[in-house]
């Protein structure tokens, strides 16, 4: 199931970037919601087969995404101090809240920066010329800008990714039937407010709202209680993984061609996509589970993640071109990433690996 996280990265990069021989996979909030999906298979997943200590959990996740980000943080900040982008100023907008004497602001980023608390609701911020918030930006029928106070703008999804973090202890332990109840009234609340927003002609889009977006992640928890359904079936091997190969090449279809489906259909029937991942990630899982080569490769769709936006705004400045501008960030995110993953990864493995051993494992029980 690497592979399809990586695409799911690469079709952010794009995003932030250009298409890459043509290639646009997935639209960015697209692919972020569907890693909102896959962050619930594996997330319950491995609360149901790795840990019982919550302890361990909670500080192999932290290690998992702070330090990534802190990185990313880190290099981005050199980078914005010493270039300066067409499209994206976090140092100039600090400046101008300093001059303006607009403590919220230079308070509401510097948390964010640093924390990621509440990097998700800069979403819904609108900064004035004048530096003044308007927050929520959807009440005002506008499109939030706070995200040009963030140097790792594309970081407002882990904020996301840490309540589900928050959250999903206690939701695992829900019975199967418990947590399909669930998941159809958050879906029925969530098509009614964003119907609702969309009627009164709000600018509204749900894809930073916890609540909202939970439903995605109990998608993705749903679709682990398929995957220990369709392990434990009574098929022969050879049969499962034929027909788990055949639902992985149906995962990389939607990731490649999902963007003009999508395109031809209303925002509430993208939900019908999402719940297609859901269907595919227990095969995808079944069938790469083992695998190193996919290991491998999904290793690299977090700091692919992470570390794009920084790489793209300096081949900007350095007079990359836009039509080859995504296979060389491509291509630079790749060089960083292993850099990252031999030097500073690999040792925090190590640890991570530690930290979970001493974790009793939980016994697994019928759902």
Not at 4 to 25: D, Q, Y
Not at 308 to 331: D, E, K, N, Q, R
Request: aromatic share 14%; net charge positive; glycine share 6%.
């Amino acid at each position: 199931m690497g592979t399809l996280r990586t695409l799911l990265a690469v079709s952010v990069l794009i995003t932030h970037s250009s298409p890459i021989f043509g290639v646009t996979l997935l639209g960015g909030d697209t692919a972020v919601t569907c890693f909102y999906v896959i962050s619930g298979f594996l997330i319950t997943l491995i609360l149901h087969e790795k840990y019982q200590d919550l302890k361990a959990f909670y500080i192999n996740r932290g290690l998992r995404i702070y330090v990534p980000y802190w990185t990313a943080l880190v290099l981005s900040v050199i980078l914005f101090l010493l270039i300066r982008s067409p499209s994206h100023d976090p140092d100039l907008q600090y400046a101008r809240a300093f001059d303006a004497g607009d403590l919220l602001l230079l308070l509401w980023a510097t948390i964010s920066n640093l924390t990621l608390v509440g990097i998700d609701l800069i979403r819904y911020v609108v900064i004035e010329p004048t530096q003044s918030i308007v927050f929520p930006s959807f009440v005002h029928g506008v499109a939030g800008n706070g995200h040009n106070v963030l140097f790792v703008p594309q970081a407002w999804t882990l904020a996301i990714e840490l309540q589900f973090y928050l959250v999903a202890p206690f939701l695992v332990r829900l019975r199967v039937s418990v947590l399909a109840v669930l998941t159809v009234v958050l879906l029925a609340l969530q098509i009614t407010i964003t119907g609702r927003m969309h009627a009164e002609g709000l600018v509204f889009d749900n894809t930073a709202i916890f609540v909202l977006d939970l439903v995605y992640f109990l998608f993705g928890a749903l679709a682990y209680h398929g995957y220990r359904t369709w392990r434990a079936a009574g098929i022969r091997e050879s049969r499962k993984r034929w027909i788990s190969g055949i639902m992985l090449i149906v995962g990389i279809v939607m990731v490649f061609a999902g963007a003009g489906v999508l395109r031809t259909l209303p925002n509430d029937d993208y939900n019908y996509f999402y719940l297609g991942m859901a269907v595919v990630l227990p095969f995808a899982f079944y069938l790469t589970k083992d695998s190193k080569w996919d290991s491998r490769v999904g290793d690299y769709s977090y700091l692919i993640y992470v570390f794009h936006f920084g790489v793209s705004a300096l081949l900007v400045a350095v007079g990359i071109t836009l039509s080859s501008l995504g296979l060389w960030v491509l291509i630079v995110t790749v060089a960083i990433s292993t850099v990252f993953l031999r030097y500073v990864d690999a040792p925090l493995q190590r640890v991570r690996r530690r930290i979970a051993a001493r974790s009793p494992k939980p016994e697994l029980t019928v759902a």
